[in-house]
């Protein structure tokens, strides 16, 4: 004879009145864990030694407008190619393309061009390359790092057709054209207000839209979201296109700070441009390229050659930075993805229906 003991399941005491409420504080401790928001602690000790060793030019407001007003071109870019990365994609032409659509607009302003009409091209320009991009990647199927650096060649060639690799510069320039990215605004620029403007918008599409989580699907495993019903190809494409616009636009943008067109003036955006978008995606979303970890790690590399220049470092100490910065930046996001597949896998094992 066998008994049947009834299980009963009794409910945790709530909380009194009066008892402290660990889940506030315990959330903010997880927010505010070094695996999250490492980047801000190392910010914060950057400046700390920058303010030790350049106390006279470093610890004042003034600096931290340069940092801000120096960057935005750095953060710019770095947004544009975090949309296509979100999807697992490489765009290694936009630096080009930078330098392609500002020298390009020079030349309009300088050919007697209304600006509005100059820009509107240039921003076309952009669109146009963004569109080859999507075109050699998405639909002949060619490995994005190779595609777009193929494509990055060809663009090269057009800015020497255009510029002849001499700078475009006039009077004409010094207009409305230059107000674009040299206006200030309380000793802020211009391109910094865009720099936010785009961030937000990103952060927007990225984390509160059904496109950004098929972005994030589609870079965390093509195959699983294509199962899914996530069109892949589609989503790869326009990210291709979206970062050929902002690329271009942030060139014009650059153009207008130098006052001139460039052959050149995008290439040194390439290296840093990379670093802050993966140095980002280390940050708040633990290995996926994100808005707000980029904004955190432009500020962290803009603090950091700002203060070596200030401390008068030698004139290479940027790049080194910059290149530490972008290999530890990898090493943890590979590191995290690794983390996050191992985690995922046996939730993925105790989901299978088990034998009978």
Not at 28 to 52: H, P, R, T
Not at 139 to 147: G, H, L, N, Q, W
Not at 297 to 320: D, E, I, M
Request: with cysteine.
């Amino acid at each position: 004879m066998s008994i049947k003991v009834e299980e009963k399941t009794v409910a945790a005491p709530s909380a009194t009145k009066g008892e402290p409420r660990s889940g506030g504080t315990s959330r903010w401790v997880n927010m505010l864990a070094f695996d999250k928001v490492g980047a801000i602690y190392v910010w914060i000790a950057i400046v700390i030694v920058f303010s030790f060793w350049a106390p006279d030019t470093f610890p004042n407001i003034t600096t931290a407008k340069q940092i801000l007003n120096s960057n935005a071109i750095t953060g710019l870019a770095a947004l544009a190619v975090t949309i296509p990365l979100a999807a697992r994609v490489f765009d290694l032409s936009f630096a080009l393309n930078m330098t392609l659509c500002g020298v390009a607009v020079a030349h309009f302003v300088v050919d007697g061009i209304p600006l509005g009409v100059a820009l509107a091209l240039g921003v076309l320009i952009g669109l146009a390359v963004g569109l080859i991009n999507a075109t050699v990647v998405v639909i002949m199927k060619i490995d994005s790092f190779i595609a777009t650096l193929a494509t990055g060649s060809l663009i090269q060639a057009l800015i020497t057709l255009v510029t002849n690799d001499t700078p475009i510069s006039d009077a004409k320039l010094s207009g409305g054209f230059s107000k674009i990215g040299q206006t200030t605004v309380g000793g802020i620029t211009l391109p910094v207000l865009y720099f936010a403007a785009v961030a937000v918008a990103i952060w927007y599409l990225l984390e509160h839209t059904a496109t950004g989580r098929r972005l994030y699907a589609t870079g965390f495993n093509p195959d699983a979201a294509r199962l899914a019903g996530v069109s892949v190809a589609r989503l790869q494409f326009m990210t291709l296109v979206t970062s050929g616009v902002l690329s271009g636009a942030t060139g014009i943008v650059l153009a207008s700070i130098l006052g001139g067109g460039s052959p050149t003036a995008g290439t040194p955006y390439l290296l840093p441009g990379f670093a802050a978008v993966f140095l980002g995606a280390t940050q708040l979303k633990n290995g996926r390229f994100n808005a707000g970890g980029t904004i955190i790690a432009v500020l962290l590399l803009g603090t950091g050659t700002t203060g070596l220049g200030l401390a008068n470092a030698p004139q290479w100490s940027g790049a080194l930075f910059v290149g530490i910065v972008l290999i530890a930046a990898l090493m943890v996001t590979g590191l995290q993805r690794r983390t996050t597949l191992s985690a995922r896998a046996p939730a993925i094992d105790e989901a299978e229906p088990q034998p009978a």
